[in-house]
Nanobody
Framework: QVQLVESGGGLVQAGGSLRLSCAASGRSFSINTMGWFRQAPGKERDVVAV????????YYINSVKGRFTISRDNAKNTVYLQMNNLKPDDTAVYYCAATEGIISLQRHDYNYWGQGTQVTVSS
């Protein structure tokens, strides 16, 4: 099937930047939608940003619009999340997600998941 591996998490101060990467391997040729979810302690895992393979369809959660940018390098089977002007509320474990299907904001529509990478933003 498909394996997803995230990297790039870490500890930054508020206002700083961080870039997450997620590399897909295996039968990644079948993937259409890729994106990022995050889960803070005691909260549900919610969508951050998702993007179709062609880039024609992209969605961001309202709280990150203007600060985060999702991009994909299809030749490398990799999706990125550039995070600027980070806030303490962005602190969470960030998960890469993928599906053969169309864009969705719902966690249960994604059938491939990475192991997660911790992002911590200090005040």
């Amino acid at each position: 099937q498909v394996q997803l591996v995230e990297s790039g998490g870490g500890l930054v101060q508020a206002g700083g930047s961080l870039r997450l990467s997620c590399a897909a391997s295996g039968r990644s040729f079948s993937i259409n939608t890729m994106g990022w979810f995050r889960q803070a302690p005691g909260k549900e895992r919610d969508v951050v940003a998702v993007r179709s393979r062609s880039g024609s369809t992209t969605y961001y959660i309202n709280s990150v619009k203007g600060r985060f940018t999702i991009s994909r390098d299809n030749a490398k089977n990799t999706v990125y999340l550039q995070m600027n002007n980070l806030k303490p509320d962005d602190t969470a474990v960030y998960y890469c997600a993928a599906t053969e299907g169309i864009i969705s904001l719902q966690r249960h529509d994604y059938n491939y998941w990475g192991q997660g990478t911790q992002v911590t933003v200090s005040s």
